[in-house]
Antibody
Framework: QVLLQESGPGLVKPSETLSLTCTVS??????????WSWIRQPPGKGLEWIGY???????KYNPSLKSRVTISVDTSKNQFSLKLSSVTAADTAVYYC???????????WGQGTRVTVSS | EIVLTQSPATLSLSPGERATLSCRAS??????LAWYQQKPGQAPRLLIY???NRATGTPARFSGSGSGTDFTLTISSLDPEDFAVYYC?????????FGPGTKVDIK
């Protein structure tokens, strides 16, 4: 059973860079069968796809966030990471990592980590 | 970017009733549509993929239908554990978008 777990600071200051890591257990990010993705959910709102990476390091980002997002993969640690630069209060959200099945669906998801942007 | 709209925003029903949720895409997504269930304080869970295929562990009372731009998620008889928010999601041109969600609450 594949499990994903997000980790990282729960509080980030405005204009700084948000950094999160997703650790995968029970499976390998190097499998080649899946992409690995980040999704966020602002308080009381819906879901927003951020982007995904493949074990080769290739990536695809949401056009609305592309200028600020970097997603990378570390196969040696079986992890993938998210960096979001120049954050504002609008980036306050629960951030989820998820596996992308058949290049189309998200399953499973991590439990999510809440990140607040505030000085 | 393909925009997904969901209706209604809120559906108030009683246990045992039938729920019908709609998801409409701004352009055709073929059958590349999934449905997720999210309960308070939890991560979303994949219910349906490829418009009509139940994911592992999805009860048979959940069914999906549709293709192109119009899709439906049906819960044949609401169980108390089904009261939650449901999101549709599409993949097109290797980009993903979610609908705004439909909340199914207890009448």
């Amino acid at each position: 059973q594949v499990l994903l777990q997000e980790s990282g600071p729960g509080l980030v200051k405005p204009s700084e860079t948000l950094s999160l890591t997703c650790t995968v257990s029970g499976g390998s990010v190097s499998s080649g069968s899946h992409y690995w993705s980040w999704i966020r959910q602002p308080p009381g709102k819906g879901l927003e796809w951020i982007g995904y990476t493949y074990y080769t390091g290739s990536t695809k980002y949401n056009p609305s966030l592309k200028s600020r997002v970097t997603i990378s993969v570390d196969t040696s640690k079986n992890q993938f990471s998210l960096k979001l630069s120049s954050v504002t209060a609008a980036d306050t959200a629960v951030y989820y990592c998820a596996r992308v099945m058949v290049q189309s669906w998200f399953a499973p998801w991590g439990q999510g980590t809440r990140v607040t942007v505030s000085s | 970017e393909i925009v997904l709209t969901q209706s209604p925003a809120t559906l108030s029903l009683s246990p045992g009733e039938r729920a019908t949720l709609s998801c409409r895409a701004s352009q055709s997504v073929s059958r590349y549509l999934a449905w997720y269930q999210q309960k308070p304080g939890q991560a979303p869970r994949l219910l349906i993929y490829d418009a009509s295929n139940r994911a592992t562990g999805t009860p048979a009372r959940f069914s999906g239908s549709g293709s192109g731009t119009d899709f439906t998620l049906t819960i044949s008889s609401l169980d108390p554990e089904d009261f939650a928010v449901y999101y549709c999601q599409q993949r097109s041109n290797w980009l993903f978008t979610f609908g705004p969600g439909t909340k199914v609450d207890i009448k």
